[in-house]
């Protein structure tokens, strides 16, 4: 049996609404990809977090969330910490009306390839990394704000090695508002805090 774990890394958020306090912010983004994970089958949750957003990870997990305190907010931080499974995901926080079926084909390829990547819709960045554990050596240092699917291609013995499956939008400014369907259960906590805004 394929040990699999999904982390949502709670890394640092540079943009709210105006009107809306970074720190609520934060956190219901937070809140609506931790309970997007606990509906995930077959695969186990977790979260990682700098040691100064340990209180973040506190507030929004479930009693039987893993944390992993990392020393700095990138995939490959995350991925190094990490023991015990075959396989990992590690994905932006920042995406709270993410479907749970983007993440299953963000690990499907690891059937057959090392790596593999979700871009982030209209770019820059990814939304998640997907790898076999032990990680490839010469996976590099990812951040997935501005890291893409050609610099993991580039590092790769063969671009082959690096999958990139569909991607998904984060909300990173006010124009990443508009990707956001009302009518797409969940991300209950961002839809509240966004009730009567307009980009």
Do not use: C, I, N
């Not at 499974?85 to 995406?95: E, N, R, S």
């Not at 082959?160 to 508009?178: E, I, K, N, Y």
């Amino acid at each position: 049996m394929v040990r699999r774990v999904v982390v949502a890394l709670l890394g640092p958020v540079a943009w709210s609404p105006p009107g809306v306090e970074p720190t609520r912010w934060r956190t219901a983004l937070a809140e609506d990809v931790v309970d997007l994970f606990a509906t995930l089958a077959e695969v186990e949750s977790a979260l990682a977090v700098t040691p100064a957003d340990r209180w973040l990870a506190d507030a929004v997990r479930w009693p039987d969330t893993p944390v992993y305190e990392v020393p700095e907010p990138t995939v490959t931080a995350v991925l190094a910490a990490l023991d015990g499974y075959d396989q990992a995901a590690v994905v932006a926080a920042d995406a709270p009306d993410l479907p749970g079926l983007v993440l299953g084909k963000l690990l499907r390829p690891l059937t057959s390839r090392p790596v593999a990547v979700a871009p982030v819709e209209g770019g820059p960045g990814l939304l998640g990394v997907a790898s076999r554990l032990p990680v490839p050596g010469w996976l590099p240092a990812l951040d997935l704000d501005v890291a893409g699917p050609a610099d993991l291609r580039r590092a790769a013995p063969a671009p082959a090695d690096v999958a990139v499956t569909p991607g998904w939008h984060r909300l990173r400014g006010p124009a990443d508002l508009a990707a956001l369907d009302p009518a797409v259960e969940g991300w209950e906590a961002t839809r509240a805090l966004l009730t009567g805004y307009r980009a």
